[in-house]
Nanobody, 120 residues
Framework: VQLQASGGGLVQAGGSLRLACAAS?????RGWFRRAPGKEREFVSR???????DYAGSVRGRFTISRDNANNTVFLQMNSLKPEDTAIYYC??????????????????WGQGTQVTVSS
């Protein structure tokens, strides 16, 4: 499975961005992770093929994940952005349904990452 992330950019605090991740084919689980400078990669959100979504506590209420199964694409709508959201955002895909979905090792496929920078 090949993943292509897009939509990153520079935005002021309080602004919005929408990330997209196009896949060569659909998988059961699609997710977003991010890596801030000097920090480990961390879970942001995930969505199952039936639309069940989950979020990290730091983004819940501000970010919304969705998926278009017909076009093998997952979106991450990011609102009320904060400087601490600055990171490289990676999309990921998993074919299995059991396991620790917020762990990077759960995902078999990764996109190349897209930079999100939030200025204060």
């Amino acid at each position: 499975v090949q993943l292509q992330a897009s939509g990153g950019g520079l935005v002021q605090a309080g602004g919005s961005l929408r990330l997209a991740c196009a896949a060569s084919r659909n998988t059961y689980l699609r997710g977003w992770f991010r890596r801030a400078p000097g920090k480990e990669r961390e879970f942001v959100s995930r969505i199952t093929s039936s639309g069940v979504a989950d979020y990290a506590g730091s983004v819940r209420g501000r970010f919304t994940i969705s998926r278009d199964n017909a076009n093998n694409t997952v979106f991450l709508q990011m609102n009320s952005l904060k400087p601490e959201d600055t990171a490289i955002y990676y999309c990921a895909a998993a074919t299995r349904s059991d396991g620790v979905y917020y762990a990077p090792d759960f995902y078999e496929y990764w996109g190349q990452g897209t930079q999100v920078t939030v200025s204060s």
